[in-house]
């Protein structure tokens, strides 16, 4: 698994929506993933879906900008 599935896992997680798998493949992340597990951390603490975080940061801002276009859109 690489960190940006994790980071989606973690989501879902927090959420309570993850299958006993899916757990277990974060778990193993977790337990090899520093960085990964400091995120989950404190997205527990914080109740904070941090993919979106994630996502602000690291996309390239063209994409950024289409998706707040598509958010724009629907709403
Ligand atoms: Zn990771």
Known sequence: MNCNKATVLMSAAIDGELTGKEA???SEHLAECPECR???QEAKNTK???RERIVRVKA???LVES???MT???T
């Open 24 to 26: 277990e493949e974060l």
């Open 38 to 40: 400091t995120e989950f």
């Open 48 to 50: 904070i879906i941090i």
């Open 60 to 62: 390239p801002k063209n």
């Open 67 to 69: 998706i707040v276009r």
């Open 72 to 74: 724009n859109v629907t």
